[in-house]
């Protein structure tokens, strides 16, 4: 395939930024996004021009920092995959794609396509995980009776992989698929209760301290969601934030 690539180059966060035209030919469709753009930035290295920067690490959809906004959507025009699962068989011979960084306040360019998410290991260090002694007498997780529907739900919400395709997504750059499948994971089991109500408490301060905005319920995180996290979590979320409010 023959294509023509508009990307974001941004030199760094102080740049103004701007798209540039490349184009590039011999396109394999069953190369994934990411090695087509591997393939641009060698032609560019050959050049003796800066490679376009783009985060990746896994490339298999678990890490989370593939991040790209291709032709107005996070992660592009499939379902349910990452920016590295996406394969080139998805676009036509002589297509142009335009390819952007994740826009939000709360994520600012770095430079060209990689944004800067600590944002959200922020929000993670805020309340994300459970306090447990770990000196060598842990009590086998087996030994806790866990309903089923609440397992099946807690693995479901932490099968979010922090990439931030929810918030891209938003039009109010919202956070709250993200935060609502991470107080879920805990909320659903009885190791998480414990610490319950500070951890909703403040991951959601955190959460409004990083300039995220709010839920108005339009379903497009959902949507574009590589891993199906569903809106459920964030009604989850707001019931055990009400909960933990009156409790003072
Ligand atoms: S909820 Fe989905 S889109 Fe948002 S960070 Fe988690 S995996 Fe990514
Ligand atoms: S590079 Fe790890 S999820 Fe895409």
Do not use: Q
């Given at each position: 395939m023959n294509l023509t690539l508009k990307i974001w180059r941004q030199a760094n966060a102080n740049d103004k930024g701007k798209m540039v035209d490349y184009k590039i030919s011999?396109?394999?469709?069953?190369?994934?996004f990411l090695e087509m753009l591997d393939v641009l930035n060698n032609e560019l290295i050959e050049k003796g021009e800066e490679p376009v920067a783009f985060d990746h690490d896994c490339r298999e959809g678990i890490c989370g920092s593939c991040s790209l906004y291709i032709n107005g959507e996070a992660h592009g025009p499939d379902r349910g995959v990452t920016t590295c699962q996406l394969h080139m068989r998805m676009f036509k011979d002589g297509d142009t794609i335009f390819i952007e960084p994740f826009r939000a306040k709360a994520f600012p360019?770095?430079?060209?396509?990689v944004v800067d998410r600590t944002a959200f290991d922020r929000i993670q260090h805020a309340g994300g995980f459970i306090s447990v002694n770990?000196?060598?007498?842990?009590?086998?997780?087996?030994a806790i009776p866990v309903n089923k529907e609440n397992a099946d739900d807690a693995f479901s919400a932490a099968t979010c992989i922090g990439c931030g395709a929810c918030v891209a997504s938003c039009k109010n750059s919202s956070a709250m698929l993200f935060v609502g499948a991470k107080v879920s994971q805990f909320a659903l089991l009885p190791q998480g209760r414990v610490e319950a109500t500070d951890r909703v408490l403040n991951m959601v301060n955190q959460m409004d301290a990083e300039g995220f905005g709010n839920c108005t319920n339009t379903g497009a995180c959902e949507v574009e969601c590589p891993k199906g996290i569903s809106l459920e979590n964030i009604a989850r979320m707001n019931r055990e934030y009400l909960a933990a409010s009156l409790k003072g």
């Open positions: 011999d396109v394999s469709p069953d190369m994934s360019v770095i430079k060209d396509l770990t000196s060598g007498n842990t009590i086998d997780a087996n």
